[in-house]
């Protein structure tokens, strides 16, 4: 099963089961999604971007120069970002998501080569379990 089909049957899970205890008392599951990347995408819909980061507030400045923000604004709050999405149309949006694609085949490749190196299969066949 697809992880998005499987998000979604989640999801209405989740959604029934509230639906079962609304009135009643005690705990209620709420869901909600995130990008941990969140920042990284809103570059991606304006630039390429494949600069490796230490941390995910290392994309703030980058955001900001693109969309024209000032170094005071948190690009966290509801009205920056509502700024940041009034820029962005659906052609950014397509190229979002295909500089997302060859991230991520990037990545894919790169974790393929990684794993299949003989030095890493030579030194794994080299332990012992004793």
């Given at each position: ?71 005071k604004e948190s ?24 500089r997302a694609d ?8 790169t974790d393929k ?18």
């Amino acid at each position: 099963m697809k992880p998005r089909r499987k998000n979604i049957q989640i999801c209405d899970q989740l959604r029934k089961g509230n639906e079962a205890t609304k009135g009643k008392r005690g705990k209620r599951i709420f869901h909600a999604y995130s990008n941990v990347n969140f920042d990284l995408w809103l570059i991606l819909h304006k630039e390429d971007y494949s600069k490796p980061v230490i941390s995910n507030d290392a994309y703030i400045s980058v955001v900001r120069r693109i969309y024209g923000l000032s170094e005071k604004e948190s690009i966290k709050k509801k009205i920056v970002i509502e700024k940041i999405l009034a820029q962005i149309d659906l052609d950014d949006v397509k190229k979002a998501i295909e500089r997302a694609d060859v991230i991520r085949e990037r990545k894919i490749s790169t974790d393929k080569k990684n794993y299949t190196t003989p030095y890493k299969i030579d030194s794994l066949q080299k332990l012992s379990f004793k």
